[in-house]
Nanobody, 124 residues
Framework: DVQLVESGGGSVQAGGSLRLYCTAS??????MGWFRQAPGKEREGVAA???????NHADSVKGRFTISLDKAKNTLYLQMYSLKAVDSAKYYC??????????????????????WGQGTQVTV
């Protein structure tokens, strides 16, 4: 099993920055990602990272957000710059242990992850 705990969310003015953290415990994940969901909207993929470091970011956040993984600390990060009102949402960390997910981890931002955190709120 994998347990995920997000932190780092908060309120920030437009144009500001935040860094989200996701602390993982349990087995090492092969694919991890950040997703977000605003009230009344579907959950959308923000970014994903494979265990070998390959990443993918949604077009809406490219150039503003960066996903990274510190394996030694078992911590997933999402650095967010130039935040906009449309970025306001609850952000969730996700992880998966399957090699089948690793293969397509960064090919798209599908939300078929096996493990999810409780989320952290970002308000811009």
């Amino acid at each position: 099993d994998v347990q995920l705990v997000e932190s780092g969310g908060g309120s920030v003015q437009a144009g500001g920055s935040l860094r989200l953290y996701c602390t993982a415990s349990g087995y090492s994940s092969l694919c991890m990602g950040w997703f977000r969901q605003a009230p009344g909207k579907e959950r959308e993929g923000v970014a994903a990272i494979r265990s070998d470091g390959m990443t993918n970011h949604a077009d809406s956040v490219k150039g503003r957000f960066t996903i990274s993984l510190d394996k030694a600390k078992n911590t997933l990060y999402l650095q967010m710059y130039s935040l906009k009102a449309v970025d306001s949402a609850k952000y969730y960390c996700a992880a998966d242990l399957r090699w089948s997910k690793w293969i397509r981890c960064t090919a798209g931002l599908a939300d078929d992850f096996g493990y999810w955190g409780q989320g952290t709120q970002v308000t811009v």
